[in-house]
């Protein structure tokens, strides 16, 4: 099994030779792996090719790649695929260049993956792991991870903004780069590979690591850009992830609104409170009073009105639904069944909407309306969580 260990550079002359041999001590505590390490640096106008080459020169597991463009994001992205491509590696590595990670975690990092990880992440921020950079930037790691996890919804992992990674090369072929910002200036990437190992459903094991403050060289950090891009990520992330419930909330919007509707018209001829005709469209319905009794329950106007504009309403759900808020997902089988199954888990959110027409009308002599707004917003979460389980399941 071959390891390859990518160290992105730029201006890292003073640390890369170090970092070198660091790394390559490793092997001897990693028996059956065979270890590489790349630098992947953006022409560094420093003499860190120099370095790197002469010691490529008499060492045929050290490599050297100009990615040519500037961004930590192409050392990573261009430095790993070359290490796929060309070097033929299994197993990938990512650490910095400057002796802020400390190399000698690598064997408990590979082992990880030996034994069925996809990712082993290295985090300050669980138990045993340090930070000991500057407060803050100690501020900045904490904020970003805070962030994180609220916006992306990830609770189970604590670190999100360090570059000290190990994971499978399967993994990282599973990515979509194309929506991954690995291009940008600011270390963007650290954040949103981590979040496409997760789409890409990663098995993810965090271990603590200490983090140092290099001692030579200068720090490339911007991190008021990188604070803004992480906050501009993460809100990418939250559309994203609930533009689903956005769209199941637009279309129950409109369905409440045409639903409203039709109940005004047939039972009072109104819309909401305008009377836009002369009598209400079910005028021939009897009232409550006059209206023959079934099993004890009146089948008056008020309730034949109710059911016919709910049933408008699952119509036009379900358009909507199939054609729009779950188009991406799943659609097995024939519409027509699809339609007969969303009618059947439909029931769930009129039976409710009736109950609470009747209830705030009957009980709380109420305006049915009221009735009818609350039992919208309690079907409709009912409705959501049917839906999403039983008819367009996430593919
Ligand atoms: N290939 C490449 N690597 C870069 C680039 N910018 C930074 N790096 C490397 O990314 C790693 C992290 O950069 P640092 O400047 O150490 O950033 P930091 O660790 O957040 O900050 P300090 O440790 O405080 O300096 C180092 O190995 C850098 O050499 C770049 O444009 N291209
Ligand atoms: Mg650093």
């Known amino acids: 099994m071959r390891l390859v260990v990518n160290v992105p550079t730029y201006n890292e002359r003073d640390n890369i030779e170090d970092v070198i041999y660091k790394i390559l001590f490793q092997a001897k505590l990693l028996p059956g792996i065979d270890l590489h390490v790349l630098v992947s640096d953006s022409h560094s106008p420093d003499g860190t090719a120099q370095i790197v080459g002469k010691i490529a020169l ?28 060309k070097l033929k590696a299994d197993v990938l590595a990512q650490m ?28 300050r921020l669980i138990k045993g792991g340090k930070n000991l950079l500057g407060w803050h930037r100690r501020l900045f790691t ?52 981590l979040y496409a190992a997760i789409k890409a459903g990663a098995k993810i094991k965090e271990i603590p690591i200490t983090f140092e403050d290099r001692k030579r060289g200068y720090s490339k950090a911007k991190i008021i850009a990188y604070t803004l891009d992480v906050l501009k990520f993460g809100l990418k992330v939250r559309i994203e ?25 047939f039972y009072r001829g109104q819309i909401y409170f305008f009377q836009i005709l002369k009598k209400p469209l079910f005028d021939f319905i009897p009232l409550y009073d006059q209206a023959p009794k079934f099993l004890s329950v009146s089948i008056d106007r008020l309730l034949i009105s109710s059911i016919i ?35 059947l888990t439909s029931v769930a959110s009129p039976i409710i909407q009736l109950i ?17 707004a609350v039992g919208v917003v309690i079907g409709l979460f009912a409705n959501y969580v049917l839906n999403t389980i039983l008819i367009w399941k996430e593919s």
């Not at 919007?253 to 109940?263: D, R, T, V």
């Not at 609470?356 to 009818?372: K, P, Y």
């Open 58 to 85: 008499t060492n045929p597991k050290v490599h050297y790649l100009d990615v040519k463009q500037k961004g930590l994001g192409v050392g990573i992205v261009k430095g790993h695929r070359f290490a796929i491509d």
């Open 96 to 123: 910095d260049g400057d002796l802020s990670h400390n190399p000698a975690m690598l064997p408990k990092m590979v082992a990880y993956i030996s034994s069925g990880y996809d990712l082993v992440n290295g985090s």
């Open 142 to 193: 904490r904020g970003s991870a805070f962030y994180c996890k609220l916006s992306w919804g990830t609770f189970n992992l604590s670190e999100y903004t360090n570059s000290y990674r190990v994971f499978n090369k399967n993994l990282f072929e599973k990515i979509d780069f194309s929506k991954v910002p690995w291009r940008a200036k600011t270390y963007i990437i650290q954040p949103a590979f």
């Open 241 to 265: 992830r609930s533009k689903t419930f956005f769209k199941f909330l637009t279309v129950g919007a409109g369905s409440y609104l045409l639903n409203a509707i039709a109940l005004g018209i």
């Open 309 to 343: 504009s709910i049933e408008i309403s699952i119509i036009f759900n379900f358009l909507f639904h199939e054609k729009w808020t779950f188009k991406h997902r799943s659609h097995d089988g024939a519409s027509i069944f699809r339609f007969l199954k969303f009618n």
């Open 356 to 372: 609470s027409i009747l209830f705030f009308a009957r009980v709380l002599l109420m305006h049915e309306q009221i009735g009818l």
